[in-house]
């Protein structure tokens, strides 16, 4: 066994006679491990929050949505549909228009978006599992799937056949008007259905066939605002990297990613922060196992000018006192993640914490988050080891 090594093993697990040193070891201990477990934890809840939402946003948004460059509209030519049957990995795709809409409702009124889907939709799109009353779009009839938060404030009741939803669309032009009831396109639907997925959703969406969006909008047959597309799994790349060569410069084409960047970009930069902050309790943590070495090293340091007088050198007695802290960190480290683990589990099968009455806080092991706190720890560690040992000189042990 490596010399230092086994020193180092007997001072770390050997009680020392100074009762203050062994105390100043266990709050060194005690702080590595709740601050391992603390870092697994928050990083581990971060990745749930991620999880969690992106079952909405798998349920709301497509793998890829094409657009026009340029103009709210195109039209869904031939050539656009021969690129899109013709592309590998493309499983399904669906016609979309979406425009800003005023919505009447007995007397009372709401604006928001109006959402014209085809048939294929829920293929694409599996926003179907989200009704919360009702059902589904009937496309052989003028109906309506509206979110939670506008059903609400317009009082819209199901399949109410005796008061239907008013669709109002301003008509494109210039200039005055001396008819304020000729500016507007509109239409009645009947609601049939209601969704529920987040608080800004619910208020944003009424969801109607695609034919009553295009009516409103005075588009033709084939004049779309979008084009919604499931690929199959982890091809999304390849695919946009072929629809954005066969299709050219005249369409955007975007992921699921890029179609919700702002959310990933403010959850990945709360999830640094969140990794900074606690980063920084841990070098205060730190400075325990610090304090602890040098206090191990002045109460050994007749054995140590023992050791010396044997024959041990000035870079193997540092190294006793490194390995040390590296023995103490790895630890800690080891006690705290293995906490952290039996939490983590026990949220997912008990659902200790709720974040609702039925939504339980999310939380989820994954691998790599393990990867960065031990890499964080073991280098917060080592580091400290080396600072204390440097204290070691001749001149300490002569």
């Given at each position: 066994?490596n010399f230092s090594?086994?020193?180092?093993?007997?001072y770390?697990f050997?009680?020392s006679?100074n009762?203050?040193?062994n105390?100043i070891t266990?709050?060194?201990?005690i702080?590595i491990?709740?601050?391992?477990?603390?870092?697994?934890?928050?990083?581990?809840?971060?990745?749930?929050?991620?999880t969690?939402?992106?079952?909405?946003?798998?349920?709301?948004?497509?793998?890829?949505?094409?657009?026009?460059?340029?103009?709210?509209?195109f039209?869904f030519s031939?050539?656009?549909?021969n690129?899109l049957l013709?592309?590998k990995?493309?499983?399904?795709?669906?016609?979309?228009?979406?425009?800003?809409?005023?919505?009447?409702?007995?007397?009372?009124e709401?604006i928001a978006?109006i959402k014209?889907?085809?048939?294929n939709?829920?293929k694409v799109?599996?926003i179907?599992?989200l009704?919360y009353?009702g059902?589904?779009l009937?496309?052989?009839k003028n109906?309506?799937?509206?979110?939670r938060?506008i059903a609400?404030k317009?009082s819209?009741?199901?399949?109410n056949?005796g008061?239907?939803?008013?669709?109002?669309?301003?008509k494109?032009g210039?200039g005055?008007l001396?008819?304020?009831s000729?500016?507007?396109?509109t239409?009645?639907?009947?609601?049939?259905?209601?969704f529920?997925?987040?608080?800004e959703?619910d208020?944003?969406?009424?969801?109607?066939?695609?034919?009553?969006?295009?009516?409103?909008?005075?588009?033709?047959?084939n004049?779309i605002?979008?084009?919604d597309?499931?690929t199959?799994?982890?091809?999304?790349s390849?695919c946009i990297?072929?629809?954005?060569?066969?299709?050219?410069?005249?369409?955007?084409?975007q992921s699921r990613?890029?179609?919700?960047?702002?959310?990933y970009k403010?959850?990945?930069?709360?999830?640094l922060?969140?990794y900074?902050?606690?980063?920084l309790v841990?070098?205060?943590?730190v400075?325990?196992?610090?304090?602890?070495?040098?206090?191990?090293?002045?109460?050994?340091?007749?054995n140590?000018?023992t050791?010396?007088?044997?024959?041990?050198?000035?870079?193997?007695?540092?190294?006793?006192f490194i390995?040390?802290?590296?023995?103490?960190?790895?630890?800690g480290?080891?006690?705290?993640?293995?906490?952290?683990?039996?939490?983590?589990?026990?949220?997912?099968?008990?659902?200790?914490?709720m974040?609702?009455?039925?939504?339980a806080?999310?939380i989820e092991?994954?691998?790599?988050?393990?990867?960065?706190v031990?890499?964080?720890?073991?280098t917060?560690?080592?580091?400290?080891?080396i600072?204390a040992?440097s204290?070691?000189?001749?001149?300490l042990?002569?």
């Amino acid at each position: 066994m490596n010399f230092s090594l086994y020193i180092a093993k007997r001072y770390l697990f050997a009680k020392s006679s100074n009762n203050t040193i062994n105390i100043i070891t266990k709050i060194a201990s005690i702080g590595i491990i709740v601050g391992s477990l603390a870092l697994f934890i928050v990083l581990s809840v971060f990745s749930g929050l991620k999880t969690f939402s992106s079952k909405f946003l798998n349920a709301t948004d497509p793998n890829i949505r094409i657009t026009s460059t340029k103009g709210k509209s195109f039209e869904f030519s031939d050539n656009i549909q021969n690129t899109l049957l013709s592309t590998k990995d493309i499983i399904a795709f669906t016609k979309v228009i979406e425009e800003r809409a005023f919505f009447k409702y007995d007397n009372k009124e709401q604006i928001a978006y109006i959402k014209g889907v085809d048939r294929n939709y829920t293929k694409v799109v599996r926003i179907d599992t989200l009704i919360y009353s009702g059902k589904w779009l009937d496309f052989d009839k003028n109906t309506a799937l509206v979110g939670r938060g506008i059903a609400n404030k317009l009082s819209i009741g199901i399949l109410n056949y005796g008061d239907p939803l008013t669709i109002l669309v301003p008509k494109p032009g210039k200039g005055y008007l001396t008819n304020p009831s000729k500016a507007f396109h509109t239409s009645n639907v009947q609601a049939v259905g209601v969704f529920a997925i987040s608080e800004e959703l619910d208020q944003k969406f009424v969801f109607t066939p695609l034919h009553v969006s295009q009516k409103l909008l005075n588009y033709s047959k084939n004049q779309i605002s979008a084009i919604d597309i499931k690929t199959a799994s982890n091809e999304t790349s390849i695919c946009i990297k072929t629809l954005k060569e066969k299709l050219g410069n005249d369409y955007t084409v975007q992921s699921r990613e890029e179609l919700n960047s702002a959310f990933y970009k403010i959850l990945n930069t709360e999830k640094l922060v969140a990794y900074l902050i606690f980063t920084l309790v841990l070098i205060i943590a730190v400075f325990n196992v610090i304090g602890s070495i040098i206090m191990m090293i002045l109460d050994k340091k007749s054995n140590l000018i023992t050791l010396y007088n044997l024959g041990a050198s000035i870079k193997e007695i540092k190294k006793i006192f490194i390995y040390q802290g590296f023995l103490l960190t790895l630890g800690g480290l080891l006690t705290g993640t293995s906490f952290a683990c039996l939490l983590i589990f026990a949220q997912n099968k008990y659902q200790l914490f709720m974040i609702t009455s039925t939504i339980a806080y999310p939380i989820e092991f994954q691998i790599q988050n393990l990867l960065v706190v031990c890499v964080t720890i073991i280098t917060l560690g080592f580091a400290a080891a080396i600072i204390a040992s440097s204290r070691i000189s001749k001149d300490l042990i002569k």
